[in-house]
């Protein structure tokens, strides 16, 4: 019974242990990485998109390539 207890007790001041999880807030900073447009990156290296860089429309066109071929009834009817 005091082994039960003993690891009730380990088990309750683990819990107590946990850090807080939460950014430190600093009045007009953003703390974290700044985000990119995405048609302002290079298309992956194994060739999966066909976009140049910089360019929205190409990179546009080429996510709704990309959803076509996700898409069941055009893939059956082709």
Do not use: H
């Not at 066909?50 to 059956?76: C, F, H, P, Y």
């Amino acid at each position: 019974m005091i082994r039960v207890l003993l690891l009730v007790a380990l088990f309750g001041l683990a819990a107590c242990a946990e850090r807080e999880q939460v950014a430190d807030f600093k009045k007009g900073k953003y703390q974290g990485k700044p985000d990119t447009q995405a048609w302002d990156n290079a298309p992956l290296a194994y060739g999966s998109g066909k976009w140049t860089k910089g360019d929205r429309a190409s990179w546009e066109n080429q996510i709704k390539t990309r959803q076509l071929g996700q898409n069941e009834d055009v893939r059956i009817n082709q």
